[in-house]
């Protein structure tokens, strides 16, 4: 599916629209009673977003968001929630194991893997931090997400991508938990998974852009 068509039949079924869609979902977004909810503060992958999924509506605020890794920090952002009404969040949570009405979930993304690339990359702009590390000249890639069992699954996955993605062990961070990329594999998982970007439009722009950009800096 293209940038331009309509949104899959089956949104359980493995498409790489899929996969990105409940990477963000997953990383930043919830599944309730008659509603799914994902958020982001880029208004083009919001509009890709709902796109995939048919949204019925998209709205769009001004928010105070805490930074990541230290809540005391906020800064000032707009943020779009895209809403698909309807049964589609009981199926997913119990089709992919995500978290249901506040209840835990397994996250069991494995019918997604067949494209990792863009379920990580959902992954990365949901609940991924990119930063320039200007004293080592190195760019950090973090996941910082409130569930622990999300972060081991987002391990999981670089575990079995094509390019080697050591990482740390999880610590707690003032927003729950995280785990950062070792800085050295950092340019090789940037350039993996954004590779094909173009052709499909699964990402936000500006996302890929800082990574990018970040990436440019230390090469």
């Not at 119990?94 to 990580?120: H, I, K, N």
């Not at 997400?145 to 987002?154: A, I």
Request: aromatic residues 8%; charged residues 30%; proline residues 5%.
């Amino acid at each position: 599916m293209s940038a331009e068509t309509d949104a899959p039949n089956d949104m359980l079924a493995a498409h790489p629209e899929t996969a990105y869609f409940w990477g963000r979902v997953a990383g930043d977004g919830d599944c309730e009673d008659g509603c799914v909810t994902v958020r982001t503060t880029d208004e083009a992958a919001a509009d890709r977003l709902a796109a995939i999924a048919g949204a019925e509506r998209t709205d769009r605020r001004t928010v105070e968001r805490n930074y990541a890794h230290d809540t005391s920090i906020t800064r000032r952002e707009d943020e779009y929630t895209v809403q698909i009404l309807g049964p589609l969040a009981e199926r997913a949570s119990g089709a992919l194991g995500l978290p249901f009405d506040g209840e835990s979930g397994g996250y069991r993304l494995d019918p997604l893997t067949e494209y990792d690339r863009e379920l990580l990359r959902g992954l990365v702009e949901a609940c991924g931090t990119v930063c320039f590390k200007s004293d080592d000249d190195a760019v950090g890639l973090s996941f910082v997400h409130e569930d622990g069992s999300l972060l081991s699954t987002v391990q999981s996955l670089l575990d079995g991508i094509p390019v080697t993605a050591p990482y740390g062990e999880p610590s707690e961070a003032s927003s729950g938990h995280w785990f950062g990329v070792d800085d050295a594999a950092v340019p090789a998982v940037g350039d993996w998974l954004y590779e094909g970007s173009e052709e499909t439009g699964l990402f936000a722009p500006s996302r890929r852009r800082k990574l990018r950009k970040s990436i440019e800096r230390v090469r």
